[in-house]
């Protein structure tokens, strides 16, 4: 235990900290009440006048757990006011198989009718991040249809370059541009972010992603297939709202990042 009243404390810290003003006899009396009620306090000389001019003994390992836990909390009451609740609306998706129990099929969206619906809404731009294609499925056609109806659509993909193009993926793509106008394929730009070095793939594109307006997209596990969109077990997440703009971010960094094809 160690002594101290207002005028001791004080010195000490014009001695050891950085202080640029004295406690007052309000502050004092704060501090000094907050140690009576946590335990770590007594009063231990007192007289006519208030807690201002009282000595009290003070247990220092009480007093530091005190102001450890008062600093704490202090510090997340701080953060709780600044933080700002997140407007953005998020919905689960999935792909099931066919024969999976019909609680979960009902317990979710799909995700091809959902796909078709996202990309349905697109108005100015739609951004796909997909490794795979397949040319047969109906997301296909919704594709086809954002740039003949003026949206301008970049997809981000791998393999389609020589020489280490995936059949599938490249046929896919031809196909695309082949169900386009020319007035359409100028508003459809493909990139390939796929590197194969000398110890075999340096970096490619995994995520899956469809993006429309920079205000909704797609985040999930299903390539743009038929088994993903049809059969598989996938799982993924629609989004609306502001973090739809970090989506963007990453996106375009990878596109830049990728090669035109």
Same mark, same amino acid.
């Given at each position: 235990m160690v002594e101290i009243d207002?005028?001791?404390?004080?010195?000490?810290?014009?001695?050891? !900290?950085?202080?640029?003003?004295?406690?007052?006899?309000?502050?004092?009396?704060?501090?000094? !009440?907050?140690?009576?009620?946590?335990?770590?306090?007594?009063?231990?000389?007192?007289?006519?006048?208030?807690?201002?001019r009282y000595t009290f003994a003070v247990d220092l390992h009480l007093a530091q757990s005190y102001f450890d836990q008062w600093i704490a909390a202090a510090t997340n009451k701080a953060v709780d006011a600044a933080r700002q609740p997140d407007p953005t609306e998020t919905s689960l998706v999935a792909t099931l198989p066919p024969d999976a129990d019909p609680v979960a099929q009902q317990a979710v969206d799909r !995700? &091809?009718?959902?796909?078709? !619906?996202?990309?349905?809404?697109?108005?100015?731009?739609?951004?796909?991040?997909?490794?795979?294609f397949d040319p047969d499925e109906r997301v296909f056609e919704a594709i086809v249809a954002l740039p003949e109806r003026g949206v301008e659509t970049r997809v981000l993909t791998r393999e389609v370059r020589p020489p280490h193009g995936d059949p599938d993926t490249r046929d896919a793509i031809d196909r695309l541009r082949g169900n386009m106008?020319?007035?359409?394929? &100028?508003? %459809?730009?493909?990139? &390939?972010?796929?590197?194969k070095g000398p110890g075999g793939q340096e970096e490619a594109?995994?995520?899956?992603?469809?993006?429309?307006?920079?205000?909704?997209?797609?985040? =999930?596990?299903?390539?743009?297939?038929?088994?993903?969109?049809?059969?598989? %077990?996938?799982? =993924?997440?629609?989004?609306?709202?502001?973090?739809?703009? &970090?989506?963007?971010?990453?996106?375009?960094?990878?596109?830049?990042?990728a090669v035109p094809v």
């Amino acid at each position: 235990m160690v002594e101290i009243d207002r005028s001791g404390l004080n010195e000490r810290l014009e001695q050891h !900290t950085s202080a640029d003003r004295l406690l007052s006899a309000h502050e004092f009396t704060t501090l000094v !009440t907050s140690l009576i009620d946590g335990d770590a306090a007594v009063e231990y000389d007192t007289g006519p006048s208030s807690y201002a001019r009282y000595t009290f003994a003070v247990d220092l390992h009480l007093a530091q757990s005190y102001f450890d836990q008062w600093i704490a909390a202090a510090t997340n009451k701080a953060v709780d006011a600044a933080r700002q609740p997140d407007p953005t609306e998020t919905s689960l998706v999935a792909t099931l198989p066919p024969d999976a129990d019909p609680v979960a099929q009902q317990a979710v969206d799909r !995700t &091809d009718l959902q796909l078709q !619906t996202l990309l349905n809404r697109a108005d100015s731009i739609a951004r796909i991040a997909a490794p795979y294609f397949d040319p047969d499925e109906r997301v296909f056609e919704a594709i086809v249809a954002l740039p003949e109806r003026g949206v301008e659509t970049r997809v981000l993909t791998r393999e389609v370059r020589p020489p280490h193009g995936d059949p599938d993926t490249r046929d896919a793509i031809d196909r695309l541009r082949g169900n386009m106008s020319a007035s359409a394929r &100028d508003l %459809f730009e493909v990139r &390939d972010l796929y590197e194969k070095g000398p110890g075999g793939q340096e970096e490619a594109i995994h995520a899956k992603a469809v993006i429309v307006d920079e205000s909704r997209c797609y985040l =999930g596990s299903a390539n743009l297939i038929q088994t993903a969109l049809t059969s598989n %077990f996938e799982l =993924g997440v629609l989004l609306e709202g502001p973090a739809v703009e &970090d989506v963007v971010k990453v996106f375009d960094a990878m596109f830049c990042r990728a090669v035109p094809v």
